[in-house]
């Protein structure tokens, strides 16, 4: 038997995975740093930007306009002060423009009715990515919602994934992991469970495959049929 027949549940990615959050991000980025007097910056480097969290998207931010170092006390400081204002600009702009992939929510649906338990474990704060499943129709799909601040340790850590194994009570040869970014491989591999990257979101510029998913999928459709043809 192959190690996909194993599989019983999916953990998904949120930013890059399900949704491109990039034009929302982007335009929350930008009218903090207009509250600061700083020159905004492209929805490009929004997108190389996105991956560990809010506060770091905003840190990388403010450090481009600013021309200061990302650890540089000055920048902590200003970091700390703005941080309520990109979180009240974020809120603002959701699901203004943001997309759902192609093929996402048929997907889901699939694997829901294929008897998958499916969870969400995103850096993006808890607080935006409950509204934002709803928005797009998702929220129902999911047994399990863990956002960047729902446990003391966001992924690359494999603190989430090590969560929903002790919540659901499975085997880590149980559990697949499914996302754009290396962060969420990482996770996988330090949680010792099977992981897919997706070639199509936010990754820093970089190929999915240099941080050996056990597979790589060009659109999400393809995760359904991988499962299904193991």
Avoid at 61 to 69: H, Q, V, W
Avoid at 121 to 140: E, H, I
Avoid at 181 to 196: E, G
């Amino acid at each position: 038997m192959s190690q996909w027949a194993n599989i019983k549940a999916i953990a998904f990615d949120l930013d890059g995975t399900l949704i491109d959050s990039v034009p929302d991000l982007a335009a929350a980025t930008n009218a903090t740093l207009v509250e600061c007097n700083l020159p905004q910056v492209s929805d490009a480097l929004v997108r190389s930007w996105v991956g560990n969290g809010a506060q770091v998207l905003m840190q990388r931010a403010l450090s481009y306009a600013s021309s200061m170092a990302e650890d540089s006390t000055e920048l902590q400081t200003q970091l700390e002060q703005v941080m309520p204002r990109f979180m009240h600009h974020y809120g603002e702009h959701l699901q203004q423009h943001s997309l759902l992939y192609p093929h996402v929510l048929e997907t889901l649906q699939q694997l829901t009715q294929a008897g998958y338990k499916l969870a969400i474990v995103t850096n993006k704060p808890y607080r935006f990515t409950v509204p934002l499943l709803t928005a797009f129709g998702l929220d129902g799909l999911f047994s399990e919602v863990l956002g960047g601040d729902s446990l003391t340790k966001m992924k690359p850590d494999p603190m989430p994934l090590q969560h929903l194994l002790q919540q659901w009570q499975l085997d880590s040869t149980q559990l697949l992991m499914v996302g754009d970014s290396k962060n969420d491989i990482l996770a996988a591999k330090a949680a010792n469970v099977m992981s897919i990257g997706l070639t199509y979101g936010y990754n820093y510029g970089e190929d999915i495959g240099l941080s050996e998913p056990d597979a790589v999928c060009e659109h999400f459709a393809d995760i359904g049929k991988y499962l299904q043809s193991q």
